[in-house]
């Protein structure tokens, strides 16, 4: 099993920034592609981005693109969701995900929420208008 703990969530005005971090346990984190995934009260669980096991690809949502950066350091089994120009609309609670994947594969490979095995307990991202 791996364990995975989020933190830094929290309230923030619109246009403010938050870091997500996620610290994983239990697994070599090294052989693990890691997602960071967000479900908004009525709505599905979304995907927002993921990072390959080196941290060499990324992929992000298109609602995200250029505003959220994710980023993992392996010496540290941790993973990173920057988050800048936060908008209302990016309320949700956030989760981190571990899918075993110790190679690159393509981007459809790393958007689905069925294929991550292991998800943390979720932190809640709450921005203001």
């Known amino acids: 099993q791996m364990q995975l703990v989020e933190s830094g969530g929290g309230l923030v005005q619109a246009g403010g920034s938050l870091r997500l971090s996620c610290a994983a346990s239990?697994?070599?984190?090294?052989?693990?592609?890691m997602g960071w995934f967000r479900q908004a009260p009525g709505k599905e669980r979304e995907f927002v981005a993921a990072?390959?096991?080196?941290?060499?690809?990324?992929y992000y949502a298109d609602s995200v693109k250029g505003r959220f950066t994710i980023s993992r350091d392996n010496a540290k089994n941790t993973v990173y969701l920057e988050m800048n120009s936060l908008k209302p609309e990016d309320t949700a609670v956030y989760y981190c995900?571990?899918?075993?994947?110790?190679?690159?594969?393509?981007?459809?490979?790393?958007?689905?929420?069925?294929?991550?095995?292991?998800w943390g307990q979720g932190t809640q991202v709450t921005v203001s208008s």
């Open positions: 239990g697994r070599t984190f090294s052989n693990y592609a």
């Open positions: 990072i390959s096991w080196s941290g060499a690809n990324t």
């Open positions: 995900a571990a899918r075993f994947m110790p190679y690159t594969s393509s981007s459809r490979d790393y958007t689905g929420r069925s294929d991550y095995a292991y």
